[in-house]
């Protein structure tokens, strides 16, 4: 405790001198998030990247969040204070195998989870999160979309809408470890409990909740509704904020199983080590930027 105490406040005098902001996914450890200047799902992560005025952003969360800000402000410095953080889901496609998709596909338009690569962004018509994926669709022209790379939230998707939608067969694996059964046990056991998963989680688990949201989404939720208990079908990081924001509700893991290694490789200690060498830096090529920075705006003009 008084460790990150201290760690906190040298951050703390460090951002102030460096005139950085601290941006932080609600999957982060509780200390990452508490020392936050923004906590906050990818979506609001991207506005906020966005409008910020800071010359340096940190970005706890994983690669995929820091090249987006980079995407957005590439006269910033953005740092990812572990450069190992990936998001294995957005390793589930290239750029080559979207090109080839799309020629099998020449009527579909591209929406690209804003979980993958720049690269990726860069062949696509327009990004979406799962904050905003139905109100993106529905703002295309097109009746057929290949949605990427998610499975399952494209499957999701393709129930709350008329178009045709062509999936990739990527997914979530911390989501992946949340089981239909899980929910059944639990809400034997907490039969008065909401049931909220993200729509990264299998069908069979969708089917079993009252709500899929986004990480933002389920903040918002639990916060505006009266319960007083609570099942969480995400990873176990978003508790740290509910139980904060929430403190006579009670929320209750779908799965301690579902922890994501790569949000978790965020820690003090590595802030402070950014902040300190400035690095590792993140920074997309020029050319590629550009052509995602497009669909990354498209979705932001949506939003
Ligand atoms: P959110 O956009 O809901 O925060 O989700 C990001 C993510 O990586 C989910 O696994
Ligand atoms: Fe990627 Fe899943 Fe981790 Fe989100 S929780 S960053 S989708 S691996």
């Given at each position: 405790?008084?460790?990150?105490?201290?760690?906190?406040?040298?951050?703390?005098?460090?951002?102030?001198?460096?005139?950085?902001?601290?941006?932080?996914?609600?999957?982060?450890?509780?200390?990452?998030?508490?020392?936050?200047?923004?906590?906050?799902?990818?979506?609001?992560?991207?506005?906020?990247?966005?409008?910020?005025?800071?010359?340096?952003?940190?970005?706890?969360?994983?690669?995929?969040?820091?090249?987006?800000?980079?995407?957005?402000?590439?006269?910033?410095?953005?740092?990812?204070?572990?450069?190992?953080?990936?998001?294995?889901?957005?390793?589930?496609?290239?750029?080559?195998?979207?090109?080839?998709?799309?020629?099998?596909?020449?009527?579909?338009?591209?929406?690209?989870?804003?979980?993958?690569?720049?690269?990726?962004?860069?062949?696509?018509?327009?990004?979406?999160?799962?904050?905003?994926?139905?109100?993106?669709?529905?703002?295309?022209?097109?009746?057929?979309?290949?949605?990427?790379?998610?499975?399952?939230?494209?499957?999701?998707?393709?129930?709350?809408?008329?178009?045709?939608?062509?999936?990739?067969?990527?997914?979530?694996?911390?989501?992946?470890?949340?089981?239909?059964?899980?929910?059944?046990?639990?809400?034997?056991?907490?039969?008065?409990?909401?049931?909220?998963?993200?729509?990264?989680?299998?069908?069979?688990?969708?089917?079993?909740?009252?709500?899929?949201?986004?990480?933002?989404?389920m903040i918002?939720?639990a916060?505006?509704?009266?319960?007083?208990?609570?099942?969480v079908?995400?990873?176990?990081?978003i508790l740290?904020r509910l139980k904060?924001d929430n403190?006579?509700?009670?929320f209750?893991?779908?799965?301690?199983?579902?922890?994501?290694?790569?949000?978790?490789?965020?820690?003090?200690?590595?802030?402070?080590?950014?902040?300190?060498?400035?690095?590792?830096?993140?920074?997309?090529?020029?050319?590629?930027?550009?052509?995602?920075?497009?669909?990354?705006?498209?979705?932001?003009?949506?939003?």
């Amino acid at each position: 405790m008084t460790d990150n105490r201290n760690l906190t406040d040298s951050i703390l005098s460090l951002k102030e001198q460096r005139k950085a902001i601290i941006l932080a996914h609600n999957y982060q450890r509780g200390e990452v998030q508490d020392m936050a200047d923004f906590v906050g799902d990818s979506l609001q992560l991207s506005q906020q990247a966005a409008k910020t005025d800071a010359g340096v952003i940190v970005f706890c969360g994983v690669n995929f969040m820091a090249e987006t800000a980079y995407i957005l402000c590439p006269d910033k410095v953005v740092l990812l204070p572990d450069a190992n953080a990936g998001c294995p889901m957005a390793d589930m496609i290239t750029a080559a195998k979207l090109k080839e998709k799309k020629r099998e596909l020449p009527n579909a338009e591209v929406v690209c989870y804003v979980n993958s690569s720049a690269d990726v962004k860069a062949e696509s018509d327009i990004c979406c999160t799962s904050a905003n994926a139905v109100r993106v669709i529905e703002s295309l022209e097109s009746k057929e979309i290949l949605f990427i790379p998610d499975h399952y939230l494209g499957q999701y998707v393709s129930t709350q809408t008329d178009k045709k939608i062509h999936l990739w067969p990527g997914y979530c694996p911390t989501h992946m470890k949340i089981l239909p059964e899980h929910i059944t046990e639990l809400r034997k056991k907490y039969p008065r409990a909401r049931v909220v998963v993200h729509p990264e989680c299998r069908p069979d688990v969708i089917a079993l909740a009252d709500k899929a949201l986004s990480t933002g989404g389920m903040i918002r939720y639990a916060r505006e509704n009266d319960f007083d208990q609570m099942i969480v079908g995400t990873e176990i990081g978003i508790l740290h904020r509910l139980k904060k924001d929430n403190p006579d509700k009670e929320f209750i893991p779908a799965s301690n199983k579902a922890v994501c290694p790569n949000m978790k490789l965020i820690t003090l200690e590595k802030v402070l080590w950014a902040l300190e060498e400035m690095a590792p830096e993140v920074r997309v090529p020029e050319e590629t930027r550009l052509r995602a920075k497009a669909a990354v705006d498209r979705m932001l003009q949506v939003s």
